[in-house]
């Protein structure tokens, strides 16, 4: 029996140079898709899958994941975007963009006999020599220096969102709000600050309405119209406990033979929810927020004391009300727990933005979480707004860890290329050809930034090298790169800055994908069983096994406190 039969006929193998030239042609196809949306000057891509649903998008992570690749490097590709997008929020394409350049140089050397081997080791040698200079041409920031916050997220937003030199600018309006939520809850939080500390809601709209509350906005309903709408020095009870008739869970037999055994029967169920309706008014809170639910007897009850409910709202909303109002959730309502749990927040009230109500819990003492609401005029851009503006939030949590910037526009890549270059020229054997591709590599992306503003490649090129020309045998270093409002590569300042973790994320993981893809020699691939189904919340998708009762971690986290690439 021939060795190949001990693969089964519905399993495909691959393997030697094929797997090689496979991979490297899925890495080009990725870049040719990607490159037109790079830098600030880069174009929208506009995906439509097969429900019809459109997505139009400039952010490289969202746009990979929407194509359903199925080529297995293509995949890994995809993943490794996907990592620095939940690590630093951003540098996606920069890192698909090197990925995909150090795969085609490797196809060069490839081409050239260069073994696998000698290219992995240099792309080491090259890495290492990049995070060296990074390190040494960073400069170290206060991490609570807020002009350095803002022109971060100027950078990290302006790539996504057209801002506009005139400060009166609708679009600056979206970058004023992030800055100032980040502010807030930055030095309400004693400098510390997560991705999910601001709440995010989007509401067809103009841009310009869009807005910052200095509390949690959840879009419900208050759920009586007796009920006031407007509530004033709020004291709020956050509660997960049912203000309603329970009804037995167990099969149960109750013979009641006569309307007065009817009567007390009902009386005394209605009783024990008339206790604790009790206990929230005797304790003078003034609005109920509930996960549970909350029955219309429970609602006049509040409404005749002139107290706000709110039902069935999202488990995420409790904690963003927690961290808003300083109150705690109660799982069991009780005399003795209420007062210490209570939550404080100026207002609270209903308001109709666009075709919904909404309501606003405003006005919180230091809240440690704040809202933003983004209104745009279609489903598209606030979902652009909602992802650049989430991206924005992560890569300054980041930053406040790691407080040390670079400046943008692929200056610091350059700079990095040149050592590299002048590392390889100290290398002997075919390494040294290795790092000099590897420095190519990086060299791309001002080149990229600088087509995608309408330069001439070549033109950039000689430019770029001619001026960085200028570092040598000098101990001040000069930063050259893409200058997009003069749309030529030219010196640059502290302006367009970015976090030096973004970038040290972005070369780790580019390199450490390319050297996996390289070292790949034999892919078996037997053939899928898609299954499309859908989730409880609603998530459609498919993959294998999706037939037979499964559970996938999101599911747990509920939709609002996804990682981005299972929310959009
Ligand atoms: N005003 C600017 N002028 C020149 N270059 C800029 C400017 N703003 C940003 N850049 C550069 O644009 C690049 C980032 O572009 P972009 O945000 O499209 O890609 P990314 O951050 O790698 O991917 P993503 O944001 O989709 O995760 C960086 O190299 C950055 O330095
Ligand atoms: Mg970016």
Excluded at 125 to 153: F, H, W, Y
Excluded at 291 to 313: P, T, Y
Excluded at 362 to 388: F, Q, W
């Amino acid at each position: 029996m021939s060795h190949t039969k001990l693969i089964p006929n519905d399993t495909q193998r691959t393997s030697g140079k094929e797997v090689r030239s496979y991979n490297i042609h899925a890495a080009q196809l990725i870049k040719s898709l990607i490159e037109s949306c790079y830098g600030p000057l880069g174009n929208e891509k506009i995906y439509i899958d097969i429900i019809g649903e459109s997505t139009c998008t400039k952010d490289g992570a969202t746009f990979l994941r929407k194509i359903d690749v199925q080529h297995p490097a293509a995949k890994v590709l995809i993943d490794a975007t996907n990592t620095v997008d939940n690590e630093v929020g951003d540098g996606t394409l920069t890192t698909a963009i090197i990925a995909t350049t150090l795969l085609e140089k490797a196809q060069e050397m490839l081409a050239m006999d260069i073994y696998p081997s000698t290219i992995v080791n240099g792309y080491d040698k090259g890495l290492q020599c990049s995070l060296e200079t990074l390190r040494n041409i960073a400069r170290k920031v206060s991490s609570k220096d807020m002009a350095i916050i803002e022109k971060l997220a100027r950078t990290c937003l302006g790539t996504k969102v057209r801002l506009s030199s005139d400060p009166q600018s609708e679009l600056n309006n979206i970058l004023e709000i992030t800055v100032n939520a980040i502010n807030t809850v930055y030095s309400n939080n004693n400098y510390l600050l997560e991705a999910d500390d601001i709440k995010i809601e989007e509401k067809i709209g103009n841009l310009g309405e869009s807005i910052l509350i200095d509390g949690v906005l959840i879009d419900k309903s208050i759920d009586s119209d007796l009920m006031p709408r407007f509530v004033k020095n709020a004291r709020i009870l956050l509660l997960d406990e049912d203000l309603q008739t329970r009804t037995t869970k167990t099969e149960s037999q109750l013979s009641i033979n006569s309307p007065e055994h009817m009567y007390l029967f009902r009386k005394e169920e209605n009783n024990i929810t008339r206790d604790k309706i009790q206990i929230i008014i005797d304790s003078g809170i003034n609005v109920v927020i509930n996960r549970k639910g909350i029955d219309l007897v429970a609602q006049d009850l509040l409404a005749k004391f002139g107290i706000i409910s709110v039902k069935r709202v999202k488990e995420n909303d409790l904690h963003w009300l927690e961290k808003a109002t300083g109150g705690n959730l109660i799982k069991e309502l009780d005399v003795g727990n209420i007062q210490s749990n209570v939550g404080y927040a100026k207002n609270v009230y209903e308001k109709k933005i666009g075709t919904d109500k909404m309501i606003f819990v405003e006005g919180c003492n230091n809240p440690k979480t704040v809202s933003i609401l983004i209104r745009a005029n279609s489903k598209m851009m606030l979902d652009e707004y909602h992802r650049a503006i989430q991206s924005t939030i992560t890569s300054l949590s980041r930053f406040v860890q790691h407080p040390s910037i670079v400046i943008g526009g692929g200056s610091c890549e350059a700079l990095m290329a040149q050592q590299v270059r002048k590392r390889a020229n100290t290398i002997e054997g075919m390494e040294q050809i290795v790092l000099l591709k590897f420095s190519e590599a990086l060299e791309e992306i001002p080149l990229i930034l600088a087509k995608n503003s309408g330069l001439n490649l070549m033109d950039a090129f000689i430019q770029l090298r001619l001026n960085l020309s200028q570092n040598f045998n000098t101990n001040k270093v000069k930063w050259f790169g893409l200058d997009s409002d003069e749309r030529k590569i030219s010196q640059l300042d502290w302006d367009i800055i970015e976090p030096t973790i973004v970038k040290e994320q972005v070369l780790n993981t580019a390199v450490e994908v390319s050297r996996l893809l390289i070292n790949i020699d034999d892919i078996i691939i037997k053939k899928p069983l898609m299954n499309t189904h859908t989730h409880e919340d609603g998530t459609e998708h498919s993959h294998a096994g999706g037939d037979k009762k499964h559970d996938h971690y999101f599911d747990r986290l509920g939709k609002q406190q996804r990682p981005q690439h299972h929310y959009y």
